[in-house]
């Protein structure tokens, strides 16, 4: 870093070690979390045309094609064998490779990796920046040198600069952390990069034990995508860039059908355990907080923008999962409302056909009670 023109100091808050690009930007705080401010990027220059998510993946996938990146296909984010129930990073690519001994592809790849982070669920509504799903952009090397990663940091630093994040508005913090993925513990060495207070990412470093031989040398450097594009767009709000323009919803609804799109295209029904309970927990949220909100437009154009990463299901049945199991909780707050016969596996208009054709209950009121549970 320094032989690069780096200036390094110590926050004076944290006490993590940064580096900036020249000396009178280092003012004595990281900027990362809570050692500095997470919208300041949005009083820089923006970007004469603004660039839109999948714009911004062709031009890091053509990017780092170019340099010699095998362009690898992203993972079902409901699959994973290492220790979470869904892929929370591209990292993950090397699961099979950790924990059984399976042979990966090339020995450096661009993945664009679709991500589900639940840590997140509670601070949607309420902090910017943030959301429970996420294309993970990133480079995946084994069996790298330290000085083969720092190159590769090298590479995207410049396509940064490239989409308008110039290096003299990051900062690059650094870390080293001990880590375990189920195979032993190891040491990362970890670099964030902080545009003008929005952490972008992370570079690890790090020698992972595996089951089945020595412990891997891997280069793991990844970025979210979406706040990429809102570090180069510079538009006032996050969500602005994740939501359709034809409909105005609280972004906590945005997210939740967000994510609930990319469980079903990825195969995964609500249930009570793993993936399952994680959609299930989304459903519950839709339900309990944003009832009125119409899925149909929300579910198609999140459909539209995950089916670009991932494509196991078609629209349809994406759809069908969704609404059945938010008829499911609306079901269940019609039951308890009237004390009513417990629903099965129905939809709500099925529902609604049994209590009036078989128990014999009056329509009109029926529908009344329908509108104000969806409500």
């Known amino acids: 870093m320094l032989e690069k023109q780096w200036y390094k100091a110590e926050c004076r808050k944290c006490g993590k070690t940064y580096y900036r690009k020249s000396a009178e930007s280092v003012q004595g ?39 010699g990146f095998e362009i690898s296909p992203s993972m079902n984010v409901a699959s994973t064998c290492g220790k979470t129930d869904l892929v929370i990073a591209g990292v993950q690519v090397f699961d099979g490779l950790i924990h059984h001994g399976k042979e990966i592809g090339s020995g450096q790849m661009f993945i664009g990796q679709p991500s589900v982070r639940m840590q997140f669920q509670d601070k949607v509504a ?23 990663h720092l190159h590769t940091v090298d590479r995207w630093l410049g396509v940064f ?27 990362a060495i970890e670099l964030f990069l902080i545009y003008a207070g929005l952490e972008l990412g992370d ?19 990844g970025f979210g995508l979406e706040r990429i594009v809102w570090a180069a767009n510079k538009v006032p709000q996050y969500y602005d860039l994740l939501m359709p323009g034809s409909v105005a919803v609280p972004r906590g609804a945005c997210d939740a059908f967000r994510t609930m799109t990319l469980l079903a295209l990825c195969g995964v029904h609500p249930g009570n355990k793993g993936a399952g309970l994680q959609f299930r927990r989304l459903a519950k949220t839709v339900s309990d907080q944003y009832g009125g909100t119409d899925p149909s437009v929300l579910i198609a154009y999140y459909a539209d923008y995950w089916a670009h990463f991932v494509s196991d299901m078609p629209m349809g049945s994406v759809s069908q999962v969704i609404c059945l199991e938010l008829d499911r909780f609306l079901n269940l707050k019609i039951c308890k409302a009237k004390n009513l016969p417990p629903p099965r596996e129905e939809t709500t208009e099925e529902y609604f056909q049994r209590l009036v054709y078989t128990m014999g209950m009056d329509a009109q009121e029926l529908r009344q009670l329908i509108q104000l549970c969806r409500n």
């Open 126 to 148: 309420d902090e910017d920046g943030v959301s429970t799903s996420f294309v993970n952009v990133c480079t995946e090397k084994m069996h790298q040198t330290f000085e083969d």
């Open 161 to 187: 600069s490239s989409l308008g994040l110039h290096m003299k508005d990051l900062t690059i913090v650094v870390r080293t952390g001990e880590k375990d993925w189920g195979t032993g513990t190891f040491v």
């Open 29 to 67: 705080f990281c900027g990362r979390g809570v050692c500095g401010d997470g919208r300041a990027f949005l009083q820089l220059s923006k970007r004469k045309r603004p660039i839109s998510p999948l714009q911004t993946y062709r031009h890091l996938a053509n990017y780092f094609a170019g340099a």
């Open 203 to 221: 570079a690890a470093y790090m020698h992972v034990p595996t089951r089945y031989g020595s412990p891997v040398p891997i280069s793991d450097i």
